[in-house]
């Protein structure tokens, strides 16, 4: 019976130059995965966004105060399925971790550091995260709220005056208790374009945020720009459903939030 060697019709030569390339091929995919999984999809100059988009509209008093005094910065992410982070296939990749990260990495040198609470709820609105807010919020005592609302209630037909209502009385609960509070508007998807009245929604929290003195994270605006001038398909920035965000969409608004933040307590 012939031997392995016999049956081969290669010559050594090539074998050993198939070998090598085939190492050669693995570790160039191996690299290519770990900068990818190191950097993900989105960079921060690879996330768009006007200097006006950037604009809280707000001071943030309670963390230049915090940043002033060296303490510790603690801020809440108050939110539905935006803010848990689904459409994410990693818990890093939504966008309340990745603004801790890059907030973090913007203060490196100063070594300040920023705790992010991920405090989001799957399929909530205004008033159920209300019931909660004491719970799951103010008994952290946060520096600042981000508060990621007006999705769900778009999608269900809330009432408007009913929205605003119950806006203003959760901010004025927050700004009682001595944190700042940064309003995030609904994500410009095909699942909210599709409303009858989705403008109407994002035009109260602009009011009320006006009103109550706290700020606005624009970002129905910011995918908004993504689409009409950036020329992105929805595919780029969202899941197949057409509402959540997925990994680039969800670690830009979390890069961008950060940056905003960042621009307002440089000021």
Same mark, same amino acid.
């Given at each position: 019976?012939?031997?392995?060697?016999?049956?081969? #019709?290669?010559? #050594?030569?090539? =074998?050993?130059?198939?070998? !090598? /390339?085939?190492?050669?091929? =693995?570790?160039?995919? /191996?690299?290519?995965?770990?900068?990818?999984?190191?950097?993900?999809?989105?960079?921060?100059?690879? =996330?768009?966004?006007?200097?006006?988009?950037?604009?809280?509209?707000?001071?943030?008093?309670?963390?230049?105060? &915090?940043?002033?005094?060296?303490?510790?910065?603690?801020?809440? &992410?108050?939110?539905?399925?935006?803010? *848990?982070?689904?459409?994410?296939?990693?818990?890093?990749?939504?966008?309340?971790?990745?603004? +801790?990260?890059?907030?973090?990495?913007?203060?490196?040198?100063?070594?300040?550091?920023? $705790?992010?609470?991920?405090?989001?709820?799957?399929? +909530?609105?205004?008033?159920?995260?209300?019931?909660?807010?004491?719970? %799951?919020?103010?008994?952290?005592? #946060? %520096?600042?709220?981000?508060? +990621?609302?007006?999705?769900?209630?778009?999608?269900?037909?809330?009432?408007?005056?009913?929205?605003?209502?119950?806006?203003?009385?959760?901010?004025?609960?927050?700004?009682?208790?001595?944190? %700042? $509070?940064?309003?995030?508007?609904?994500?410009?998807?095909?699942?909210?374009? &599709?409303?009858?009245?989705?403008?109407?929604?994002? /035009?109260?929290?602009?009011?009320? &945020?006006?009103?109550?003195?706290?700020?606005?994270?624009?970002?129905?605006?910011?995918? !908004?720009?993504?689409?009409?001038? +950036?020329?992105?398909?929805?595919?780029?920035?969202?899941?197949?459903?057409?509402?959540?965000?997925?990994?680039?969409? *969800?670690?830009?608004?979390?890069?961008?939030? /950060?940056?905003?933040?960042?621009?307002?307590?440089?000021?």
């Amino acid at each position: 019976m012939p031997d392995q060697e016999s049956r081969d #019709p290669s010559p #050594p030569g090539a =074998c050993a130059t198939a070998r !090598r /390339a085939a190492r050669a091929l =693995c570790t160039l995919i /191996a690299g290519t995965l770990a900068v990818l999984l190191m950097h993900g999809p989105a960079r921060a100059d690879d =996330c768009p966004a006007r200097a006006e988009e950037l604009r809280l509209g707000t001071d943030l008093p309670h963390v230049k105060a &915090a940043i002033r005094e060296r303490r510790q910065v603690v801020i809440v &992410a108050l939110g539905s399925s935006s803010t *848990q982070g689904y459409g994410a296939t990693i818990d890093t990749n939504a966008y309340p971790a990745q603004a +801790q990260v890059t907030l973090a990495r913007q203060y490196e040198t100063v070594r300040l550091k920023f $705790v992010m609470l991920n405090r989001g709820a799957g399929g +909530q609105d205004v008033t159920e995260m209300l019931e909660r807010l004491q719970r %799951d919020v103010l008994s952290h005592r #946060p %520096d600042l709220v981000i508060w +990621q609302v007006g999705t769900n209630a778009a999608i269900r037909g809330m009432k408007l005056d009913s929205f605003r209502l119950k806006l203003s009385s959760g901010i004025e609960r927050m700004k009682q208790a001595g944190t %700042d $509070v940064v309003l995030m508007t609904p994500q410009y998807s095909p699942a909210i374009v &599709a409303l009858p009245n989705e403008d109407d929604y994002v /035009a109260a929290m602009h009011d009320v &945020a006006r009103q109550t003195g706290a700020g606005v994270f624009r970002r129905f605006d910011i995918m !908004r720009g993504w689409v009409m001038r +950036q020329h992105m398909p929805f595919g780029r920035f969202m899941i197949a459903d057409g509402l959540h965000l997925n990994d680039y969409g *969800q670690r830009c608004t979390g890069q961008l939030l /950060a940056r905003a933040i960042e621009r307002t307590v440089g000021d």
